[in-house]
């Protein structure tokens, strides 16, 4: 399943909306490359590895938007980053241990559809209503 990014990731954000736009097209380059077939096991490792490293990354910004803004469900928000990111790692984990190419592949693709799941529902949810919170401040 492939998600490029459109106007309705748009939070208002540069910096957020930037690291978002950023998440969704690499996500979409590695769907692209798999469904192509013109990718291996390490080219797929190393984009996973990018795309679990940056994301960390982003979670980093998002947080401190957060805390900055003193968001009254911060600590919800910043606990679904965290189980991202031990879901990331135990997906990266299983992957390394995959010997065949078609096994690779394979799953390579459900991680593919879990991120591009994940990323959609968590910008148009969770972090829409973070930066709803921004905006109303602000008025």
């Not at 969704?24 to 795309?51: A, C, H, M, Q, W």
């Not at 490293?53 to 679904?80: C, G, M, W």
């Not at 031990?86 to 990266?92: F, R, Y």
Request: net charge negative.
């Amino acid at each position: 399943m492939k998600q490029h990014w459109n106007a309705t990731f748009e939070l208002g954000n540069e910096l957020i909306d930037g690291q978002h736009k950023t998440l969704v097209e690499e996500t979409d380059k590695l769907s692209n490359k798999l469904e192509s077939g013109n990718i291996g096991k390490e080219e797929i490792l190393e984009t996973l590895r990018f795309l679990a490293t940056y994301a960390v990354q982003h979670f980093t910004s998002e947080e401190k938007v957060s805390k900055d803004a003193d968001y009254p469900n911060r600590l919800q928000h910043n606990s679904i980053h965290n189980e991202f990111k031990k879901t990331v790692g135990e997906v990266l984990e299983k992957y390394v241990r995959l010997t065949s190419d078609e096994e690779c592949t394979a799953f390579a693709k459900d991680i593919c559809d879990f991120l591009t799941n994940w990323l959609a529902k968590h910008i148009k949810g969770d972090d829409f209503l973070l930066f709803q919170y921004i905006k109303s401040k602000k008025n």
